[in-house]
């Protein structure tokens, strides 16, 4: 049996805003640098494996469902963004 700690099954809405944040070019970008969560101008390979449109993502769930026998889940969309998990 698998249980689920919190994943990110349809991706992850913070890793979709960092990739636009990286992107961008602006004073968040250079923020997300500092935090380690932008490298050069592209999302680090971490943050990207979790965004929405990551190849393989939307299958996630289906390969999941039958395994997964329990899951704790958070209130909050915010998930991995916080200042602890960039360092």
Request: proline share 3%; charged share 15%; with cysteine.
């Amino acid at each position: 049996s698998w249980y689920s700690a919190n994943a990110p099954w349809k991706g992850s809405k913070v890793a979709d805003t960092g990739k636009q944040i990286c992107e961008a070019g602006n004073y968040e970008t250079d923020f997300a640098k500092v935090l380690g969560s932008c490298i050069g101008g592209k999302i680090a390979q971490g943050y990207l494996s979790c965004t929405s449109t990551y190849p393989g993502v939307s299958e996630l769930m289906a390969i999941a469902q039958p395994r997964v026998k329990g899951a704790m889940c958070g209130t909050s969309a915010w998930g991995f963004g916080s200042l602890e998990n960039s360092l």
